[in-house]
């Protein structure tokens, strides 16, 4: 943290941290407002994590629903979002729902712009959406969820494909040069200065403009993505030992340090958004890989080192990813870390493509990290072989000598749930979510089309899986305008935070695809709203033409 210099290098209304969904759209938005604006980026590149996602945003209330008529009253969705948020302190007669305040708040503030948010982007010119009509939020089947389908949003241009986040970065990145605002690559927001008061007036830039003092009239908006790729930091404060992330390898975290500096109050450090990995994958193609999100194919089961199925296989990647920490006594800490994804061929030859992890190869592609045998016996032999060639971080895990016996047991088990078409241990494609998610890559045709026996014969094949992250959740503690708080309750003046750069709200939950993005441009709406002169902030700025139509 710096004081106020006697001179400034360069003066702005608005400067942003970060080119994601939640930097650029807080930058289109500040300029729309009549802002001048500069976004720095440390990277060479625009696009952060946002860039590798599929772009799904989860909007809650959105202009389709209600052009459609579809109802999504706002208490029932607060207790949706509560409910998954914090499972063990929510409480339906609760004014808060039984969440600490800011997430509450954080929660309302989230469902009061969602809508808001998107139309103006979308009136902007700056973002293209469409409506996934159909698409169920991944707990839809609970009495809290009376909207269970219709708030997922979808880059017109992606087209449902794994290239919306790409798609996404792409439409808000024109919509910037558009607005002439200037974004500095390879620079990156390095220190923060503040007037006596402690108020946030200024940033000092670091790489390639090191040292530059840049005032900032109306305020900085830190969009610097999670702290996902900071392996110590993630040692420091997450509660599970993860193997890998799949974030922008950018995203080590400043803005802990800079919100610290001005006092800043943190929350749920311990928490992060999961998915299962392809341990070979991330450890040969790190930063360009992607999590497992969606595990294909009907007759694919996962087990564990004792060859036991462990969890529903169609869960969503947040689920699957929570699968890998259960504890046991009796055999040891982690028995479910790794675990072990097999398929017969009809699986290797129906479901294989090169997206969001797919462990099922595409056809031509070089299938190193997938393990293949003629008999199930050769293939516990080779699992167990690569298992002792993986990397300490798996706690130098061995199949258990029952491996084979256990899985033909599994086996067995479950060949009589594909045929009844229930899954009586883990609810495998018992609700509409799981049915979307198990039907990704090709839906099956079984009583339960994501359930069929693996064949009798082979060849089978296998691939380890790992604890992922693609986010951490934690950081500083925002206002429902996105400034951020100190310990005794007072704001920051001039510091936002927008995006997975600070504490999420939604602690432990996955309300379903596309809350991060929704959330990164929900509130950089109302970030960039407050800090251009939003409506309660009674120093508006005159308010300039909108960014030209593409
Ligand atoms: C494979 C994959 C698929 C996903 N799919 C979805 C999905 O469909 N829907 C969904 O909601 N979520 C999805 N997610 C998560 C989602 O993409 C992210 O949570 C979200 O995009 C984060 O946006 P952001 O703006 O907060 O950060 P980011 O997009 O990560 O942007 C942060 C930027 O800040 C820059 N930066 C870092 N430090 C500094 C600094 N000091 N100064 C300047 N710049 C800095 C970084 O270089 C980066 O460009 C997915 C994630 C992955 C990995």
Not at 417 to 438: K, M, N, V, W
Request: aromatic share 8%; glycine share 12%.
């Amino acid at each position: 943290m710096q004081s106020v210099p006697e001179k400034w290098d360069e003066i702005y209304d608005v400067v942003v941290a970060g080119t994601g969904a939640g930097g650029l759209a807080a930058a289109v938005i500040a300029a729309s407002r009549g802002a001048k604006v500069l976004i720095v980026e440390k990277a060479p590149q625009v696009g952060g994590t946002t860039k590798k996602s599929f772009g799904f945003m989860w909007v809650p209330n959105n202009h389709f629903m209600q052009e459609l008529g579809i109802a999504d009253p706002r208490d029932a969705a607060l207790r949706y979002m509560a409910r998954l948020s914090r499972p063990s302190l929510y409480d339906p007669t609760h004014e808060t729902l039984g969440l600490p305040q800011w997430e509450f708040d954080g929660l309302a503030a989230h469902y009061d712009n969602a809508a808001d948010a998107v139309s103006t982007l979308v009136s902007l010119g700056a973002i293209d959406v469409s409506h996934a009509a159909e698409f169920p939020d991944f707990y839809g089947h609970l009495e809290e969820d009376e909207s269970p389908v219709g708030r997922t949003l979808f880059p017109t241009n992606g087209n449902l494909s794994p290239i919306g986040g790409l798609v996404l970065v792409q439409e808000l990145h024109e919509a910037t040069q558009r607005a002439n605002i200037e974004i500095r690559f390879d620079t990156k927001l390095a220190d923060l200065v503040t007037d006596d008061e402690g108020s946030v007036v200024g940033a000092v830039l670091g790489g390639h403009h090191d040292g530059l003092r840049v005032q900032a009239r109306r305020g900085v908006i830190g969009a610097t993505g999670s702290f996902a790729q900071n392996a110590e930091l993630r040692q420091r404060y997450l509660d599970r030992p993860y193997i890998g992330t799949c974030a922008a390898p950018t995203n080590t975290g400043d803005f802990l340090d800079l919100t610290r500096s001005v006092g800043a109050d943190f929350a749920s450090m311990n928490l992060a958004m999961q998915t299962p990995i392809l341990v070979e994958r991330i450890e040969r193609e790190g930063d360009d890989f992607r999590g497992s999100f969606v595990l294909p194919g009907d007759a694919l089961i996962v087990v564990n080192r004792y060859g036991n199925r462990v969890c529903s296989e169609t869960a969503s990647y947040h689920d699957l990813g929570r699968a890998f920490f259960e504890g046991s006594e009796s055999k040891s800490t982690y028995p479910n870390l790794p675990l072990i994804a097999i398929w017969d061929e009809d699986v290797h030859n129906r479901y294989g493509a090169d997206a969001l992890g797919n462990p099922v190869p595409a056809a031509g592609a070089d299938p190193y990290w997938v393990i293949t045998a003629d008999t199930l016996e050769d293939l516990e032999t080779e699992i167990a072989k690569r298992l002792v060639a993986l990397p300490r971080a798996l706690g130098g895990s061995e199949l258990d000598s029952d491996f084979g016996a256990s899985l033909q047991t599994t086996l067995t088990r479950y060949a009589g749930f594909a045929a009844s078409g229930i899954d009586e241990d883990f609810g495998r494609g018992s609700t509409p979510a799981q049915l979307a998610l198990g039907g990704f890559f090709a839906q099956g045709s079984g009583v339960n089309p994501t359930m069929r026996a693996l064949s009798a014969e082979g060849p089978y094949h296998a691939a380890i899986l790992g604890p992922g992250l693609f986010e951490t959740v934690g950081g500083a503690i925002t206002d429902p305008h996105g400034r951020v708080v100190r310990a005794d309750g007072t704001v920051v003046k001039g510091l936002y935070g927008v995006g997975t750069c600070v504490a999420g709200p939604w602690g432990e939950a996955a309300w379903s695809g596309g809350h991060n993005v929704a959330y990164a441009l929900v509130s950089a709406y109302r970030a960039a709203l407050h800090a251009s002169g939003g409506k309660d902030d009674e120093s508006a700025m005159v308010e300039a033409p909108a960014v030209a139509g593409r």
